[in-house]
């Protein structure tokens, strides 16, 4: 059944909290209601292939930790919960939130080619995205680019913060985004 859903991964349990089957949550996902709506969420155990719904009934946010608290219908007891250590959660794609205009989805601008907007040149594609204060786009560089700006110490990837100043144009539609890149901003990758 769940073979045929695009899923988005929105978490990792980390650890068991307390005796009564609640679990720590480090997240991926910039939306809390995931973690304090009830409802279906699926979960995959490490090493395993298959997918299994379990039911959120509550889960709050642990300042200073950077994790959610949460609690499932299925997990009443501390050893239930340890099981759960290294279980991913997801939602299915088609609950994604809806979204103002300049705001993403993560997993919507992986694989975008980034563009120099002043040159025209392709730069490289994005692989992944940093959460420290802002967003921070990694791009995996072209091995041209590298060839034509940097010289025996090369990055294979560079961090670009993901700010309208930095990041003006971002296509969904053609795959791709700009940017303007600032004056000693490649010369930051190499520190």
Known sequence: MTEELELIEIGTIVA??????????????????????????????????????????????????????VAFQEVTNRNEAEALRKSKLFVEKRDRPILENNEYHFDDLINLAVFDQETGERIGHVVDIYVAGNELLVVKLEQAFLDKHFS????????????????????????????????????????
Request: charged fraction near 30%; glycine fraction near 8%.
């Open 152 to 191: 025996e110490k090369s990055p294979s990837n560079i961090l670009i913060p993901f700010v309208e100043e930095i990041v003006p144009v971002v296509d969904l539609e053609n795959g791709q985004l700009e940017l303007e890149l600032p004056p000693g901003l490649l010369d930051l990758n190499l520190a």
């Open 16 to 69: 068991p909290h307390g005796i009564k089957g609640e679990v720590k949550v480090y997240t991926n996902s910039d939306f809390p209601e995931r973690f304090k709506k009830p409802g279906k969420r699926l979960l995959k155990r490490p090493n395993q292939d298959s997918y299994e719904w379990v039911t959120l009934k509550r889960g709050y946010y642990q300042p200073g930790k950077g994790l959610y608290v």
